[in-house]
């Protein structure tokens, strides 16, 4: 194996995803020099990225630009200023033939589920609040004391071990208290009622539950159009991301950081830095940090589902309005059907062709993800035909993108596995930071994603862990660490603006005319 170069710089990040890219744009604002490694030799954007086969663009799970941080509103605007579009949101429930708005509306879920399914459902609610399980443990247990049983069996259930692999019980109740928090059946009903009226007018301010959104933002070539110009300005201002290159070895060298990465030929590039930011599965980065972490063995535990998109080109003009259906049928593997052109016209560039992208839930290497491109469009074909959305014979073209490690998987040890791995690196490391989903094993949106990226960039200017990454949470609701004294001692040395958006104003602003990013200078020895 050969070294074909090294380079010396402030900060060395692992992976070009949101939160790996947002730190990247951050640290060179300020003025630091910045390496950054991808093993995705074309696509920056991890799980955010757009992959165009043909000219038609492809989202990888759909990615909503909707946060409650001013902070992370602000950023976007800045990356791209010119590039957001309004989008309305639509989706379904597909459950026994029928469809289901989703946020659902009241008379129409009464009509299709009829009047003595609507009252089990109804006498369900009622049960699980009369008699709560007090031994909350699984998703299942946290879903039926919210919803009922019946209700769960329905809405929750089929979808939810199709996305995980696993069943319901074994699920751990965290991830139901992360995704659902903040949504109940009585706001649901209000809700739909409102709909059903007509009453629901008013446009979303920020301030509501995010599955009940009316509109959303979204770069107008998808969200690969954010993290392209994000790279672009890192690159511009004189730093690098170097494609196609995977983590070999992180370790330390007289207190600085040594890290090794290889290209596909083999080839070796060596990276010296004084702080590592990892967006990287925990798991993967336990494996190659040298000497390996006493915790390497609960590292090892954590596990991952995995994801493919089968984008279908149907002869049409559009099959549907939706921005996705969510398939609650056991007859069929997939999951969620998307309509790219509903996400944006510009993803699609033949107005005569429709193109929806069949999401599957796997494990690497399982059967599903394994199968040849050719095989998985005929399921997909097969499929679509079996929930009456097309005709096979109208399918003119078809492509496969798989995404490993696409979620963070919630079974009953994780929690204890990660703390254990956080604490010690933490510990023995002050300068290396993990941030991100697979980084920080947390099923975080992309803002939040953002967030924990944001906060590093801070904590490596402060010098110290200023700000705890791992109070960032569902609600955007982004606490600093120590006492109150600390927290004023950092909001002095920062700007008004970034103090107001660290304590995460709860405002979504309208699009606002932003001036070009500027880059500073900075010594990172009076920080680090």
């Known amino acids: 194996m050969t070294i074909q170069g090294q380079n010396v710089v402030d900060v060395a990040i692992i992976g070009a995803g949101p939160a790996g890219l947002t730190a990247a744009y951050l640290l060179t604002k300020k003025g630091y020099s910045v390496t950054v490694i991808e093993k995705d030799a074309r696509y920056v954007g991890g799980i955010s990225r757009t992959v165009e086969v043909d000219g038609y663009r492809f989202d990888i799970g759909g990615h909503r630009f909707f946060s409650k941080s001013k902070e992370v509103v602000d950023l976007w605007n800045e990356i791209l200023p010119d590039d957001f579009i309004q989008r309305p949101r639509m989706s379904r429930i597909y459950y026994e033939g029928k469809f289901y708005s989703y946020p659902l509306r009241a008379f129409e879920a009464l009509f299709n589920l009829g009047i003595i399914r609507s009252t089990l459902c109804m ?23 919210q919803f009922g049983h019946k209700l769960f069996s329905i809405f929750f259930k089929t979808y939810t071990e199709k996305v995980w692999g696993m069943p319901c019980d074994e699920m751990s109740a965290d991830w139901a208290a992360q995704r659902i928090k903040g949504l109940s059946l009585g706001a649901a009903v209000l809700d739909g009622l409102k709909r059903s009226l007509g009453l629901h007018k008013k446009p979303n301010d920020g301030m509501e539950t995010k599955t009940l959104l009316e509109t959303f933002r979204y770069p107008r070539l998808g969200p690969g159009m954010m993290w392209d110009a994000a790279r672009d300005f890192v690159v511009a201002k004189g730093n690098t991301v170097l494609m196609g290159h995977s983590l ?23 990276i010296f830095a004084k702080h590592v930011i ?58 969620r059907v998307q309509n790219f052109r509903s996400w944006s016209p510009e993803m699609v560039p033949d107005p005569a062709i429709a193109c929806v992208g069949l999401e599957y839930f796997c494990f690497e290497n399982d059967g599903l993800w394994s199968s040849s491109d050719a095989d998985l469009v005929a399921l997909a074909k097969k499929e679509m035909a079996i929930l009456g959305l097309c005709k ?3 399918v003119v073209g078809g492509a496969v993108v798989r995404q490993e490690k696409a979620y963070p998987v919630y079974d009953d040890d994780y929690a204890a596995n990660v703390e254990a791995m956080r604490a010690e690196l933490e510990t023995i490391y002050p300068t290396l930071h993990i941030v991100g989903r697979n980084g920080m094993h947390r099923y975080n949106n992309q803002d939040h994603a953002m967030m924990t990226a944001m906060l590093t960039v801070e904590n490596i200017a402060a010098g110290a862990r200023v700000f705890n990454i791992w ?31 660290l304590t995460s104003e709860r405002d979504v602003p309208k699009r606002i005319a932003t001036s070009g990013p500027d880059s500073g200078s900075h010594d990172i020895s009076k920080a680090a």
């Open 278 to 335: 990892s967006s990287a599965p925990m798991r993967e980065l336990s494996a190659r940090i040298h000497p390996m972490p006493q915790t390497a063995l609960q590292a090892d535990k954590l596990r991952y589902r995995d994801f493919l998109t089968v984008a279908l080109m149907i002869r049409s003009d559009d099959l549907f309005p939706d921005n996705w259906i969510y398939i609650h049928d056991s007859k069929v593997q997939v999951g």
């Open 248 to 270: 070999k070895q992180l370790a330390q060298v007289e207190g600085d950081w040594r890290m090794s990465a290889t290209r596909a030929d083999g080839s070796e590039t060596a």
């Open 392 to 394: 096979a014979e109208d």
């Open 123 to 145: 006498a369900s609610y009622m049960k699980a609040k009369l008699f709560p399980n007090k031994n909350v443990r699984s998703f299942q247990d946290w879903t039926v004391n």
């Open 471 to 501: 109070n960032v949470n569902e609600d955007a609701e982004y606490h600093e660490a120590g006492n109150e004294g600390a927290q004023h001692a950092l909001a002095a040395k920062i700007s008004k603006d970034q103090a107001a958006a």
